[in-house]
């Protein structure tokens, strides 16, 4: 099976091409946004996978939008890290930290002083929601546009939570750019109206999210770093007048960088947490942009073990991420060997609480 063959990612060579994906369980400990022991075991249970992306993981305080995801922004974030990766490296696994900001999606309660969001124009995101620091649901608020001296401090944010996930011992980081979360709203012309040196053409608009890319590459060199994207994709409100150029150039800027591996989600699955519809009518990404990018191509979207060896057989990826089958099944690299019927996930744990639907699932053996 393919599916079970190495991968080589840069110098490191993955056991297998399943994939963890990156996956929001908003259990980290309060108050502070700090990993703990009970996300080390989650995370060590699941170290069979080829590669673990961790959950989104945000730079700054600023860069938070929902109750309980953690951060890498302060020493006691970098020390509860450390339990996780010294835990899945015990298990003989590989994990790469998400960097995440949210940009718009988030909520006054999450941010330093409770000032509104920010975004890089003052667009709100219909039909998009969070929940307050105390665990209200809520709508989206109209952010506030950062000005350019703010998206360099931005800037300066990722690179020091890239040196911090250094510090916290992980294998490498995923920088996120994807689901309409801040990198994705400078991206796409739906939510980037600016008119200076970071929106209008694509040129423009892809200069913050590069300049941030740069800024990692700069900590951890190219081979450890990867890109989440999401052409076409529609969550959080997300559009674009031509995401084909807009994705093309971008793929180009990212090949002159040789970042190691692109993470592109299918925009059939663009609900992400919300629910497990999938759109046929959806353009399919790894079609049009597998062959562009140089590097290891990883494709995500609700795919099944079979139509993830398909993937693989077709050439349409070199791997595949899996998100809920991986919540439910921490053995899931042995279940596709072995065949093995799979355990099913409970949507209603996926989002906070404990161990209940966390690190409560069985393993075959
Ligand atoms: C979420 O927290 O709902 C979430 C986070 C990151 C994503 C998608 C969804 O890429």
């Not at 075991?41 to 945000?58: H, M, N, V, W």
């Not at 060199?221 to 093309?248: E, I, Q």
């Not at 790894?286 to 050439?315: C, H, M, R, W």
């Not at 996930?345 to 989002?351: C, E, K, L, Q, V």
Request: hydrophobic share 35%; with cysteine; aromatic share 8%.
């Amino acid at each position: 099976m393919k599916l079970l063959s190495e991968l080589k990612l840069g110098n490191l060579t993955l056991k297998n091409r399943i994939i963890m994906a990156p996956l929001t369980r908003m259990r980290s400990a309060q108050p502070g946004n700090i990993p703990q022991e009970l996300n080390a075991t989650y995370y060590a249970q699941r170290a069979s996978a080829g590669l673990i992306i961790t959950e989104a993981t945000q730079v700054s305080q600023q860069g938070q939008g929902y109750p309980g995801t953690p951060g890498i922004h302060s020493k006691e974030q970098v020390s509860g890290w450390k339990q996780v990766t010294k835990a899945v490296h015990e298990k003989g696994g590989k994990i790469f930290l998400q960097l995440w900001h949210v940009g718009r999606i988030s909520h006054s309660s999450h941010q330093p002083d409770g000032k509104l969001p920010v975004a890089p124009s003052a667009i709100a995101a219909k039909n998009s929601g969070t929940y307050t620091a105390d665990w209200k649901p809520t709508e989206i608020l109209t952010p506030r546009a950062l000005e350019v001296v703010e998206i360099k401090n931005i800037v300066k944010d990722f690179k020091m939570a890239a040196i911090n996930a250094k510090e916290a011992g992980f294998d490498g980081v995923e920088v996120h750019m994807a689901n309409g979360y801040l990198l994705d709203q400078f991206l796409q012309s739906g939510s980037n109206q600016r008119t200076d040196d970071y929106g209008g053409s694509i040129a423009d608009r892809v200069r913050f999210p590069l300049e941030v890319l740069d800024a990692v590459i700069n900590v951890w060199g190219k081979d450890k770093v990867g890109v989440r994207l999401s052409p076409y994709g529609t969550f959080n409100d997300m559009s674009d007048s031509d995401p084909k150029a807009l994705f093309d150039h971008l793929i180009e800027e990212l090949n002159k960088r040789g970042i190691v591996f692109i993470d592109m989600i299918e925009p059939r699955a663009t609900t992400a947490g919300g629910d497990d519809k999938l759109n046929d009518k959806a353009p399919c990404t790894s079609d049009l942009f597998k062959n562009k990018f140089n590097g290891v191509f990883i494709s995500a979207g609700g795919y099944t073990p079979e139509t993830a060896e398909q993937a693989l057989e077709q050439n349409k990826a070199d791997a595949i991420m899996f998100g809920r089958w991986f919540i439910s099944n921490p053995d899931l690299p042995e279940r596709i060997s072995k065949k093995a019927e799979l355990n099913k996930y409970d949507r209603s744990t996926f989002y906070g609480g404990q161990e209940k639907g966390y690190t409560d699932y069985p393993c075959l053996s």
